[in-house]
DNA sequence: AATCATCTCAACCGCGCTAGA
DNA sequence: CTCTAGCGCGGTTGAGATGAT
């Protein structure tokens, strides 16, 4: 018995979405909540399949997420997290709550890889440029500067980010949900069951400025901009199958409030009655009532998995450690200073 | 200006997993 | 226990954008 298709090969569209199309996506997602994908094109009309549906929604009309160029911040916690991971996008965007695992796989393939390529192949021929001509040429003075360079600014970095998990730490120790060593996910290490845990607060930088305001698919405001009272009315999500994600939020929220929510609101307050910044700002939780934020942040974002029981023990042992962290860092972010020297420069 | 090559990223595909009947 | 529906994840594709010649 084979697996049957997701959705009818016949009559269903692909390709790029139309507006009309998100209009009328978000519209059923305000009154109806997300979830239950399946009977998302049944009852919309949409001629896409459940699985269109989602990743369009996930991807893309999902409140909270930030597009554009990513920050030195986000790409340093991307290889680092990529290194301690490997591949597990879903896993890795649950660092980088903005971001979602799409965007930072295509980031990685498109942009880290070859970066760290090139790096590494550059270190290694200045490794042996370096063994060939000895410890005081000019080359090595270059290496050791930018490598100081690279040092200091992995402090500041292992600093930030240490001062971050402090902060939500301190917010509510007792709220925050370790994850349960259940037998069934210790032993199934792609246990699929998501655990809320500790969410990093979104990195420190300025607002991105869409790279893509042109192109309608990349544009998330648009649907903002198309959808004003969305905004304004919180999706219901009561009779769906976001009752038990909206409990399971709301207990989350609680059990770990946003960090930044009060100050959130109030520019959230200020970006609503300025449609100028509202239209220009690309990031769109800043667009979007905290309510609808928390609403439905939580639940497409992948939230860190039992699974990553280790690598988040790891990392906030990592991160919380001070004098004795620095050995593990190193094998941690398993990058050597030369291999990314300079690659943030 | 035209053509070709390369890059980017939105979207698709297939598989694995879980829950429920 | 088996089967099925539904969902999430990671890998891959391909259309459009951009750069080079």
């Known amino acids: 018995m084979g697996r049957p298709p997701c959705c009818d090969k016949i009559g269903v569209k692909k390709g790029p979405w139309t507006p009309e199309e998100d209009i009328i996506l978000v519209s059923y997602i305000q009154e109806h909540g ?42 340093k916690m991307i290889i680092h997290l990529q ?5 597990r996008w879903a896993a890795i965007a649950s660092y980088l709550p903005q971001r979602t695992d799409n965007d930072i796989k295509n980031y990685w393939n498109t942009h880290l890889k070859k ?5 590494q192949t550059n270190s290694s021929d200045q490794e042996n440029h370096h063994r060939s001509r000895g410890s005081n ?52 290490p792609n246990s699929q069951i998501h655990q809320q845990s500790v969410i990093p607060p979104p990195p420190p930088g300025p607002p991105q ?20 009272n969305w905004i304004n009315k919180p999706p219901k999500s009561s009779h769906t199958s976001s009752e038990s994600i909206g409990t399971t939020q709301n207990s989350v929220k609680e059990q770990f409030p946003s960090p930044s929510s009060e100050g959130f609101e109030t520019s959230l307050q ?7 910044n509202y239209s220009n700002n690309s990031d769109v939780s800043h667009s979007i009532s905290p309510e609808t ?7 497409s974002k992948p ?43």
């Not at 893509?212 to 405001?221: D, G, M």
């Not at 934020?293 to 639940?299: A, I, K, V, W």
Request: with cysteine.
């Open 34 to 75: 997300p979830g239950n994908w399946r009977s998302v094109p049944t009852n919309t009309g949409l001629l896409r399949c459940s699985k269109s549906c989602r990743l369009r929604w996930t991807n893309y009309l999902r409140p909270g997420i930030k597009r554009g160029n990513f920050t030195d911040q986000e790409e």
């Open 115 to 119: 970066k760290l390529n090139k790096m």
């Open 270 to 276: 200020a970006g609503l009655n300025n449609n100028s």
């Open 303 to 345: 939230n860190i998995e039992n699974a990553q029981l280790p690598p988040l023990c790891f990392l906030e042992k990592w991160l919380l450690e001070d004098a004795t962290a620095q050995e593990h860092e190193d094998n941690l972010m398993n990058l050597s200073f030369e291999e990314t020297d300079g690659l943030f420069d």
């Open 83 to 87: 290194a301690l991971l490997g591949n």
């Open 209 to 228: 400025i869409s790279h893509s305001t042109t192109t309608y698919a990349s544009s998330a405001e648009n649907i903002a901009r198309l959808l004003p």
């Open 293 to 299: 934020t928390s609403l439905f942040q939580d639940e």
């Open 137 to 188: 040429s000019s080359s090595s003075s270059e290496t050791a500067m930018s490598k100081g360079k690279w040092e200091r600014r992995l402090q500041t970095d292992i600093h930030m980010a240490k001062q971050a998990l402090c902060d939500a730490l301190s917010l509510d120790n007792k709220s925050i949900i370790l994850p349960e060593l259940s037998p069934s996910v210790t032993a199934n």
